[in-house]
């Protein structure tokens, strides 16, 4: 298995533009998560999804976030418009079986920079 | 969620037994203790997961006391490619809450 699929590996824009970052979970998993990991904040859960349904957004961190998944094998968080602040590294997880403390897969993240 | 707190970080010398302790004195009745590893510029990756006693896996052993206050993640005989940060988290499955903390930051030294 290929594991989790993200895209872009590395992003950088200017503040103000959007920006689309994507996940592909791992086939069969039911779960996939998105975080965002700072220096200063750590690694925080934004988002969550069960089978395609958003279970828990109170951790994206204002309107300006939104994430879909439109089918299981694929997954968006999108940013607009994006602020200089947003610079992070964004981790993208799924796991088999609902639930936050079940075993959950990383990609690679997707390294945010907005000048 | 139960607050864990880990020490910020260790160094130790290839071919040592590293044990990171995690205190987590609010642990509910229902909550499992699972740990994960981070190298850098990579994301976070499941190492082990216990609810009592003792669990082994191939890559660690994790030891949870009787009163489950604490727990100890032990990786015997370390390599330099141990080096990462170790997060200890506490909670059950149905949790709408993750926190991944600030982690145990261990550096092994040739």
């Known amino acids: 298995d290929a594991g989790v699929i993200q895209s872009p590996r590395h992003e950088v824009t200017e503040m103000g533009q959007e920006v689309t970052l994507r996940c592909k979970p791992i086939s069969g998993h039911n779960s996939l998560f998105w975080y965002r990991q700072t220096m200063m904040r750590g690694l925080e859960l934004l988002i969550y999804?069960?089978?395609?349904?958003?279970?828990?957004d109170s951790g994206m961190p204002e309107d300006r976030f939104s994430a879909k998944m439109p089918n299981a094998s694929f997954s968006t968080l999108k940013i607009q418009p994006s602020e200089p602040r947003d610079s992070a590294v964004y981790f993208c997880a799924s796991s088999l079986a609902g639930g936050l403390l079940n075993e959950q897969f990383f990609g690679p993240g997707t390294r945010l920079t907005v000048l | 969620l139960a607050k864990t707190t880990q020490p910020i970080s260790m160094d130790s010398y290839e071919g040592q037994e590293v044990n990171i302790t995690c205190s987590h004195n609010?642990?509910?009745?229902?909550?499992?203790i699972t740990w994960y590893q981070q190298f850098p510029s990579q994301g976070p990756r499941f190492i082990i997961q216990g609810y009592k006693t003792k669990v082994t896996n191939e890559v660690a052993s994790l030891f949870i006391p009787a009163d489950r206050k604490s727990s100890t993640l032990s990786l015997p005989r370390v390599s330099l490619s141990d080096t990462a940060v170790y997060y200890c988290l506490v909670g059950r499955s149905s949790a709408s809450k993750i926190i991944f903390g600030s982690g145990t930051r261990l550096s092994i030294r040739p």
């Open positions: 609010n642990i509910a009745t229902n909550d499992y």
């Open positions: 999804f069960n089978n395609n349904v958003p279970i828990d």
